[in-house]
């Protein structure tokens, strides 16, 4: 069982920027691969983001690809969100994933829960 602890949601201008921060428990971060999604009222929950357990290779959605960066320490079993240029469209809650090996990107074994970003116009 991993738990795990969001931060770094709130309420942020059009154009602003935020960091989420996921931190996680137990011995085995590296080996997971690590993820962000997120939910916006009424629609369905939509992969955002996704770092492998290195960090060397990493995913986006086309929507947030060119303003949201997904990063890891795994010394501090920690994974971020950097989040630029945000928009309304952005405001959702947002929940860390983690993958094991053999999971696919839209089917997490485990999941936070959440943090809120808003995004005012």
């Known amino acids: 069982q991993v738990q795990l602890d969001e931060s770094g949601g709130g309420l942020v201008q059009a154009g602003g920027s935020l960091r989420l921060s996921c931190a996680a428990s137990?011995?085995?971060?590296?080996?997971?691969?690590m993820g962000w999604f997120r939910q916006a009222p009424g629609k369905e929950r939509e992969f955002v983001a996704g770092?492998?357990?290195?960090?060397?290779?990493?995913y986006y959605a086309d929507s947030v690809k060119g303003r949201f960066t997904i990063s890891r320490d795994n010394a501090k079993n920690t994974v971020y969100l950097q989040m630029n240029s945000l928009k309304p469209e952005d405001t959702a809650v947002y929940l860390c994933?983690?993958?094991?090996?053999?999971?696919?990107?839209?089917?997490?074994?485990?999941w936070g829960q959440g943090t809120q970003v808003t995004v005012s116009s």
């Open positions: 770092i492998s357990q290195s960090g060397g290779n990493t």
């Open positions: 137990g011995r085995t971060f590296s080996s997971y691969r």
């Open positions: 994933a983690v993958f094991r090996a053999t999971s696919t990107w839209s089917r997490p074994d485990y």
